[in-house]
């Protein structure tokens, strides 16, 4: 099976702030994808960082980086300077090699304080 | 560069109808896959089409069916409509490369909000 689990419902940063999304995962296939989107108030679900298993390297796309644990099957979102453009739900989610249906975390809403 | 475009943006429907999610893929994109999203949830798979076929489905029933066109886009039809169907359904694209298109990140549309009466 596979499962993606987000712990967090809720969390808020102050603005120029660090916070941390955390997220689980489970398959049992050894090439995968993971993933972040942001979905804005606008609906619309956007990329925001993608990892593939078979990289040690944690990827990062600007302000956004990851921290991948493959061991503990952890894959924790890290946004730096936090900004209000930043306020949405993000999802976690991985798509397998052998399935193609990408499955999605139920989602953190994410609040910037100014 | 057109990215995922879905009509119509909102619906209202009555339980029992049947209704008809449109949704055209972004430029180079050949894989089409709908998503159901429930208010406060994560999108749940419903189905993948490629070239013109479903390649793969999740645990939804045979109410929810789809098409896709030679030129890529993609239909979401559901039957016999109930309460529970209400949701955001989302439409994203991507490319099948080799046996899978699981390293193509999906594209998403706006979705269509359906509202069942």
């Known amino acids: 099976a596979q499962t993606v689990t987000q712990s967090q419902p809720e969390m808020s940063v102050q603005e120029a702030e660090t916070v941390t999304l955390s997220c689980t995962y489970d398959?049992?296939?050894?090439?995968?994808?993971l993933f972040w989107y942001k979905q804005p108030p606008s609906r619309q679900m956007i990329l925001v960082i993608r990892?593939?298993?078979?990289?040690?390297q944690n990827a990062t796309e600007n302000r956004f980086s990851v921290n991948f644990q493959k061991a503990a099957k952890s894959f924790s979102l890290k946004i730096s300077d936090s900004q209000l453009g930043d306020a949405a739900m993000y999802f976690c989610?991985?798509?397998?090699?052998?399935?193609?249906?990408?499955?999605f975390g139920a989602g953190t809403r994410l609040t910037v304080k100014p | 560069d057109a990215g995922v475009t879905q009509s119509p943006t909102h619906l209202i429907k009555t339980r029992g109808q049947q209704v008809t999610l449109r949704c055209s893929p972004k430029?180079?994109?050949?894989?089409v896959s709908w998503y159901q999203q429930a208010l406060g949830q994560g999108p749940q798979f419903i189905f993948q089409?490629?070239?013109?076929?479903?390649?793969q489905r999740g645990n939804f029933p045979d109410r929810f069916s789809g098409h896709q066109f030679p030129n890529y886009s993609s239909e979401l039809n559901v039957n016999a409509l109930l309460l529970g169907d209400s949701a955001l359904y989302l439409c994203?694209?991507?490319?099948?490369?080799?046996?899978?298109?699981?390293?193509?990140?999906?594209?998403f549309g706006n979705g269509t909000r359906l509202t069942v009466t």
């Open positions: 089409y490629y070239e013109e076929e479903e390649r």
């Open positions: 990892q593939e298993a078979y990289k040690q």
């Open positions: 430029s180079g994109h050949d894989t």
């Open positions: 989610a991985s798509v397998t090699y052998n399935n193609n249906d990408m499955r």
């Open positions: 994203a694209s991507s490319h099948w490369t080799a046996r899978s298109s699981y390293n193509s990140p999906l594209h």
């Open positions: 398959t049992s296939e050894s090439d995968y994808y």
